[in-house]
């Protein structure tokens, strides 16, 4: 699903400045991986390259069917409608309502049918908790509620993979819960989660690995439980 | 065509959500325009004299100002005496200032100009056997060698004077066409890079979930040529109104033709295009660059 070969980054042209060494892994169908580590230990980078924001200084990557040294530029947003991305500040576009947010990136991809829109919107929206919030604006929400809309943006494209920022950052204790047993439920149902935080309780109780971040290098990889299981 | 009405949409609410910058944008291209329009409703008018000039057949013979009664006379017995002519009519001077206030409708231009500038003219009428071009520029070298004769015109020098004229015209033409062209080239230059700008949060957003590089696009270039035609259309309505205000002045007027109306919109929508292409481009290759939220 992601494979990461021998990756390096570098973003300054000073030789031993590298915002990550020598990465490898692979991460399968169902697994939600907890990158973890202080701020500037590279989990950002490691999610840029992953969606090829960024690009490797050198190594292969390969995402979903995607491998990084083949695409082309009319390649990557391909590639990104099969990452849904969520982000610490959930980066909604501000004078568009829920509903337009989502539907906008269904126009996107050519899907132009208004009934069809409609029906895909709530649909996600029902399964993220806030169809009845769908004429709202993002300012209008609640921080827990905005980052349910942005799972929901992140959901519309039915992606095989789910790249989450400090997903809980912004967001209290609870919600934050509220929110991590939400994408729990799309990795049970087949999801490849990848999740940078540094909310060490959470990854405990919800990924099924966690991967520790350490000058930019991978100073712990561990399985914590298997992929199907279901944490309350 | 439903892909081009929602890109026309986003177009047009790029421009909304800056009406400011969008209405300062609209005024420049109008204003450019117009002198373009202006220069073509000229040209357009110089080539329809030029034609009915074509068609006449008789030759204008101007005489010396100095000249008396009795010599005028004298010159048109002896015209009227060839065999090759017809028929010789003369036109005093104010004959002719007031067949010029007809033309124009504007019975005050003796007042205007103050003294009247024309000079007597016999109008020529060729027998038949002699109103061939070769013929006419025969006569007219012959007229023009006596006494008193300041000048000969006939059609075709007419038409030439005329077509030099038409060509300063439509030298000018290009030359305001192509300054035109850089002119809103520059304006939707600095309009859209200014929309790029205000939008870049939304297009950082655009691009992570997976918009193409088209769909960034899009919005801007057609807020780009909506730009340039409006501009173009607020700039004919002026030239409109100014046209009927001119029109009671110089009744002769005539007013673009709908071929020329639809090569300028024409030409102002592929403008529009082609520069909108080219500066969203390097408006968002520049954001790209500068490593900002657009960054691939």
């Known amino acids: ?232 | 065509m439903r892909a081009f009405l929602f890109f026309a949409g986003e177009g047009v609410s790029q421009l909304r959500r800056s009406p400011a910058a969008s209405v300062a944008a609209v005024t420049a291209v109008g204003a450019v325009l117009f002198v373009l329009l202006l220069l073509m409703l000229l040209s357009q008018n110089i080539l329809a004299l030029s034609e009915r000039l074509r068609e006449r057949k008789g030759l204008s013979v101007f005489l010396d100002p100095q000249l008396d009664q009795t010599q005028v006379s004298a010159l048109r017995e002896r015209f009227a005496g060839f065999g090759e002519i017809a028929e010789v009519r003369l036109v005093t001077r104010d004959e002719a200032l007031r067949g010029i206030e007809e033309e124009l409708g504007s019975p005050g231009l003796a007042e205007v100009v103050g003294e009247n500038p024309l000079p007597d003219v016999l109008l020529v009428t060729p027998a038949p056997h002699a109103a061939d071009a070769r013929e006419l520029d025969v006569l007219a070298r012959e007229f023009e060698a006596y006494p008193g004769v300041d000048d000969v015109l006939y059609g075709e020098r007419w038409v030439r004077a005329l077509d030099h004229g038409l060509g300063v015209v439509r030298r000018a033409n290009a030359l305001t066409g192509g300054l035109a062209t850089l002119a809103i080239v520059l304006v939707l230059g600095n309009t859209l890079r200014l929309l790029v700008l205000m939008r870049e949060e939304q297009l950082a957003i655009m691009k992570v979930i997976g918009a193409t590089d088209a769909f960034v696009r899009a919005p801007f270039v057609m807020a780009g040529i909506l730009l340039c035609l409006i501009g173009g259309l607020v700039a004919l309505g002026f030239l409109r109104v100014g046209f009927e205000v001119s029109r009671s002045l110089m009744p002769g007027l005539q007013f673009l033709s709908l071929p020329m109306l639809l090569l300028y919109l024409g030409g102002v929508a592929l403008v529009g295009l082609l520069g909108s292409l080219v500066t969203v481009e390097v408006s968002i290759r520049q954001l790209e660059r500068r490593g900002g939220m657009l960054q691939l």
């Not at chain 1, 990452?83 to 947010?101: A, P, S, W, Y």
Request: some cysteine.
């Open chain 1, 1 to 232: 699903m992601i494979e990461f070969e021998r990756v390096w980054k570098r973003y300054s042209k000073r030789r031993d400045e590298w915002a990550l060494e020598e990465i490898s892994f692979h991460i399968g169908p169902s697994e939600m991986v907890f990158l973890l580590g202080p701020s500037g230990v590279g989990k950002s980078t490691l999610l840029k390259l992953i969606t090829l924001e960024e690009m490797p200084t050198t190594g292969t990557i390969r995402v979903a069917d995607f491998v990084a040294d083949e695409l082309t530029r009319q390649d990557l947003p391909h590639l990104r409608r099969r990452c849904g991305m969520v982000f610490q500040d959930f980066r909604l576009i501000k004078d568009l309502t829920i509903h337009e947010n989502l539907a906008f990136c269904l126009r996107m991809t050519g899907t132009l049918e208004r009934s069809v829109i409609a029906r895909a919107v709530a649909r996600v929206l029902q399964s993220v908790g806030i169809y009845g919030k769908r004429d709202r604006f993002p300012r209008e929400l609640s921080g827990g509620e905005q980052q349910r809309a942005a799972i929901a943006r992140a959901l519309i494209h039915e992606p095989p993979i789910i790249l989450a920022d400090e997903p809980t950052g912004n967001l209290d204790a609870e919600t934050g819960n509220e929110i991590m047993a939400l994408l729990q439920r799309l990795r049970v149902s087949g999801t490849t989660l990848v999740v940078a935080s540094h909310q060490e309780p959470l990854a405990e109780r919800f990924a099924t690995r966690t991967m520790r971040l350490r000058e930019g290098r991978i100073a712990e990889d561990r399985f914590l439980r298997p992929v199907g299981t279901e944490v309350y």
